[in-house]
Every structure is written in structure tokens, then in C-alpha cells.
């Protein structure tokens, strides 16, 4: 069974930087997956549930707009682990971030999406 297990997070002022990382258990790779991601969503309160930041399998990043410049995302995805560096960091970006992996075996025509618990980010002085 996945499981993603994330650590980091906190209190921050505005300005400044905090690191989160994600490492997944119980991945069997099997004979490959047809498609992988690994990254970031966050939810802040009354709103949906956005994406932050993925990895693809080959190196291949993606970043929402709002983070572009301020946020970086890292990983190994043979290993499954991800991390998150945030800086420059905001009040709106005051979420729960929740650790996302999605794998679709090639046998499968719809992928599985796993979470991690979340964990919270606040950016406040």
C-alpha cells in the first residue's frame, strides 16, 4: 500500500523561506508506469484544492503562476521522494500543502492518485 509521508512546514513571516519534503512507501514499479507525477497541492480554507508543483518522470517540472520564481521543486522520482523549497513567501500562500503522488501502470487505463495527511503552512508576522 502508498503511503506519502511529509515533513516541514510551520510558522513564517512574510519574506521569508520554509522547506517541505515527501518521501513514499510502497510503491511497486512493477514493469514501469505509463505516466508518474509527484509534487505539491495546497489548500487554503474555503477554497479548492490547487496545484502547487509537480515532477514528471525525465526531469519535466510544473509550477502554478503563483509560485513561478519563488518556489522550487526537487526529487527522485526512481526514489519517490519530493521536496519543496518555498522563499519569498506570502500571506496567500498560507495553505495546508499536501504531498500528491499519481502513477497509471501501463495495464491501467486510469491512473491512482495518493496523498499525503498535509501539513501546514502560515505566513503571518
Known amino acids: 500500500q502508498v503511503q506519502l509521508v511529509e515533513s516541514g512546514g510551520g510558522l513564517v513571516q512574510p519574506g521569508g523561506s520554509l522547506a517541505l519534503s515527501c518521501a513514499a512507501s510502497g510503491v511497486d514499479s512493477g514493469s514501469g508506469f505509463s505516466n508518474y507525477f509527484m509534487g505539491w497541492y495546497r489548500q487554503a480554507p474555503g477554497k479548492q484544492r490547487e496545484l502547487v508543483a509537480r515532477l514528471k518522470r525525465g526531469r519535466d517540472t510544473e509550477y502554478a503562476d503563483s509560485v513561478k520564481g519563488r518556489f522550487t521543486i526537487a526529487g527522485d522520482t526512481i526514489k519517490n521522494t519530493v521536496s519543496l523549497q518555498m522563499n519569498s513567501l506570502k500571506p496567500e500562500d498560507t495553505a495546508v500543502y499536501y504531498c500528491?503522488?499519481?502513477?497509471?501502470?501501463?495495464?491501467?487505463?486510469?491512473?491512482?492518485?495518493?496523498w499525503g495527511q498535509g501539513t501546514q503552512v502560515t505566513v503571518s508576522s
Open positions: 500528491n503522488m499519481y502513477i497509471r501502470r501501463w495495464s491501467e487505463v486510469a491512473g491512482t492518485n495518493y
